[in-house]
């Protein structure tokens, strides 16, 4: 998948942003039911920047799926993100 063009295209956006923006971004998809290739992308892409930045993500990924169930805050001190139920 990460050669896809729209992969990249999101990847290179995610890229310039910062921490807060990554966590807006990521909890404006919460509950959001609508699926096509595009959104697996943009969705591969996001929780990718926050691995590339070393932030734990297992709270909504175990590498294969990514759960967009409940918001997230980032932990600045574990340098992790949590579920907010």
Do not use: C
């Amino acid at each position: 998948m990460q050669q896809h063009i729209y992969y990249i295209k999101y990847a290179l956006q995610f890229a310039d942003m910062q921490i807060p923006e990554l966590v807006t971004v990521f909890n404006a998809q919460v509950q959001n039911r609508g699926w096509s290739s595009m959104r697996a992308y943009y969705d591969q892409a996001l929780i990718d920047e926050f691995q590339l930045r070393g932030i734990d993500v297992s709270a909504v990924s175990d590498g294969k799926t990514i759960s967009f169930a409940h918001p997230v805050k980032y932990d600045i001190e574990d340098n992790r993100l949590i579920a907010i139920s």
